[in-house]
């Protein structure tokens, strides 16, 4: 049996959160969102620094921001949380009950991984919504 788990993001305040919360998608224990975004802020601060403060846009506003997201064409409702400046880091993520953003995959910008990532986030994304925490977690 899978269990999921939403997380919070040790990189994000929670004053950011005034019109969504964001949380990390954890599958049996292990939340490969956060473990990327530690190794991002390692291995290139200025691709962490841009990520997160696209958080802190997309959070803190009812509408997404357009130049900090994008949609993952073939996996709606799967979005991006990008840098607009062309980066090379991309979280994906959906609206869970209108109020929870929840970050359930990553990548790194290569094109011959893009469609490989996404549809890992999108399976993701399924069973989260099809496990009881789907359905009772918001």
């Not at 997380?7 to 994000?12: E, K, M, R």
């Not at 224990?29 to 696209?54: A, F, P």
């Not at 130049?67 to 993520?93: Q, W």
């Not at 549809?119 to 989260?128: D, H, Q, R, S, V």
Request: net charge positive; charged share 30%.
């Amino acid at each position: 049996m899978t269990v999921y788990d939403l997380l919070d993001i040790p990189c994000v305040e929670r004053e950011w959160q005034t019109f969504y919360k964001i949380k990390a998608l954890s599958v049996n224990g292990r939340c490969d969102v956060i473990e990327k975004l530690e190794d991002w802020k390692l291995s290139s601060q200025q691709e962490h620094k841009t990520i997160v403060s696209g958080i802190k846009l997309v959070v803190g506003r009812k509408n997404r921001h357009p130049k900090r997201t994008g949609s993952c064409s073939g996996y709606s409702p799967l979005f991006e949380i990008k840098n607009p400046g062309g980066g090379k880091a991309r979280l994906f993520c959906f609206l869970h009950k209108n109020k929870v953003i929840v970050v359930c995959g990553t990548h790194w910008k290569d094109p011959k991984r893009q469609d490989t990532d996404m549809e890992k986030a999108y399976n993701l994304m399924i069973g989260f919504i099809d496990s009881s925490i789907g359905d009772n977690n918001g």
